[in-house]
């Protein structure tokens, strides 16, 4: 479990400033959800994060150290994307181990956290398989499962679901639940599915031109929104 201090947070390409000051403290072990209009800097926000882009300005803390020096393989968090590019050429259990390979961890210790993983997301009958041999659900059980073979403390979703079919989606939203109450690592989870935020999250923020506009739980959100615009992404009640 990690808490994670986000600070002040800025991020420009070129002359478009996409974070504007972000201020977020996301805490041990919380589901936190992370909504807001295409184009407003989810991504961005989650790639700081994880160490794929640099911030301009502001710190990033987890347990209250700065991370933002940090290089991403240092940074104990995993990322789950929309467009899992699973390696064609590795069976499941070599896609899944394949970063704990790079760590140099011991055969036996990726055997034992991909086996431990894999059991978790009932995926063990496919270890042996290659990603072409797979369906689509399972292939994002797969991506899912090479993000926690990692064991990390942090582990950052970025839209994960939004390739599946609703059926698929509502299974793998209760699953990732229930992965995050067996885990118990700090999770943000940015989608644009209401159902998705008002089920998963144990706080919901919802971004807005580079700045959050609101946080709180999903029943704050929904009952007291601060505005139309907040009414609007969580679906206003009657
Ligand atoms: P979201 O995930 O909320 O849809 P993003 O964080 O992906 O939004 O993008 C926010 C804005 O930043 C968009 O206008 C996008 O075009 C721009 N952007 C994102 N990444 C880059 C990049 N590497 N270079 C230039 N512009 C980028
Ligand atoms: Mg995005």
Known sequence: ???????????????????????????????????????????????????????DGGDLKVEGKSIAHLEPQDRDMAMVFQNYALYPHMNVAENMGFALKLQKKSKSEID???????????????????????????????????????????????????????HLRGQMRVEIKRLHQRLKSTMIYVTHDQMEATTMGDRIAVLKEGRIEQIGTPSEIYHQPKNLFIASFIGSPE
């Open 1 to 55: 479990m990690a808490k994670i201090q986000i600070e002040n947070c800025t991020k420009s390409f070129g002359e478009l400033q996409i974070l504007k000051g972000i201020n977020l403290e996301i805490a041990s072990g919380e589901f936190l959800v992370l909504v807001g209009p295409s184009g407003c800097g989810k991504s961005t926000l989650l790639r700081t994060l994880a160490g794929l882009e640099t911030l």
């Open 112 to 166: 034992k956290s991909v086996n431990e993983i894999a059991d978790l997301l009932q995926i063990s009958h496919l270890l042996d398989r290659k990603p072409k041999e797979l369906s689509g659900g399972q292939r994002q059980r797969v991506a899912l499962g090479r993000a926690l073979a990692r064991q990390t403390k942090i582990i950052l979703f970025d839209e994960p679901l939004s390739n599946l079919d609703a």
